[in-house]
């Protein structure tokens, strides 16, 4: 039993410093007011109070709901097309599933730099192609419009390659014995999808829902790289994260940045309780 403790003792430190302390010690900063030099006073249930005043504060959870309602279902979707087409045997298998893979490992800010330039509307690639059709592309990152669509398609882009290889595995520990069975009953490739590949996947898809859904709530990468705070549509796109950082980091006012935080994590803990008691209807085991 000791030696078990001690083995997992990094761990569960790590743990405990990094993660844990943190929920209680952002719970106890948010009743609070930060000064200079660090010091703090109590002040109560003020902070929460000014952030249901705040047009900003209620715009931005607007916009982290609207990004992870749209986002989360069309990288689930295109990542299960992905997965069955990647499962496949084709030629080049290995190739495909190394490009599917490669925005996983580069880093976030990265990801946001080459999209901007993309998405650049005098000299990006995207509205050069689209004026080969006489289309005349529009500002992505400057009308309000399009911005928050636009974070949103790099969105689900950065998490295919992620969501690919768990529903991969997935779609591989399904029995082999089902599909010949629904072969032998003349079922085709649309029905067999249907009634036996999404049925058998459900607790994979499942798993990628939640950890997609939590990321998702905690976009904020792609927004500070591609969207800058004089952009006159920041407001249609700034999410929690990022009005967090800038009432934290940029303005000072910890302890508005520690009262969002900690309703952004109330919110995104009901969403997954709720999501565990909504699996028993739709997930087969």
Request: charged share 10%; aromatic share 18%.
């Amino acid at each position: 039993m000791f030696w078990g403790y001690l083995f997992i003792a990094p761990m569960l430190i790590g743990l405990l410093v990094f993660y844990i302390f943190p929920v209680f010690q952002t719970f106890y900063y948010s009743f609070n007011d930060w000064g200079a030099f660090g010091n703090y006073s109590w002040t109560g249930l003020d902070n929460y109070r000014e952030i249901l005043k705040d047009p900003a504060v209620l715009y931005s959870f607007r916009n982290t709901f609207l990004y992870a309602v749209a986002m989360v279902p069309l990288s689930i979707a295109v990542s299960i097309i992905a997965a069955v087409l990647l499962n496949q045997k084709i030629k080049g298998l290995t190739v495909y599933r190394t490009l599917y893979f490669l925005p996983v490992v580069t880093m976030p800010a990265a990801i946001g730099m080459i999209w901007k330039w993309l998405y650049n509307s005098d000299y990006g690639v995207i509205n050069h192609v689209l004026n080969w059709f006489s289309i005349a592309g529009p500002h992505w990152l400057t009308d309000s419009n399009w911005v928050l669509i636009s974070v949103i398609v790099v969105g689900v882009w950065s998490v295919i390659g992620t969501n690919m290889v768990i529903l991969l595995s997935g779609l591989q520990g399904i029995p082999k014995t089902l599909y010949e069975a629904a072969s032998l009953d003349g079922a085709g490739p649309i029905y067999t999808f249907f009634r036996v590949t999404l049925p058998m996947l459900s607790p994979t898809i499942f798993f990628v829902t939640v950890t997609t859904s939590i990321g998702a709530f905690q976009v904020f990468d792609f927004i500070f790289m591609m969207v800058s705070p004089t952009n006159p549509a920041i407001d249609s796109v700034q999410s929690v994260i990022y009005l967090f950082f800038q009432y934290a980091f940029v303005v000072g006012d910890k302890g508005i940045g520690a009262a969002m935080a900690f309703i952004l994590f109330i919110i995104v803990l009901i969403l997954t309780i709720f999501q565990f008691k909504l699996q028993k209807k739709w997930v087969n085991y």
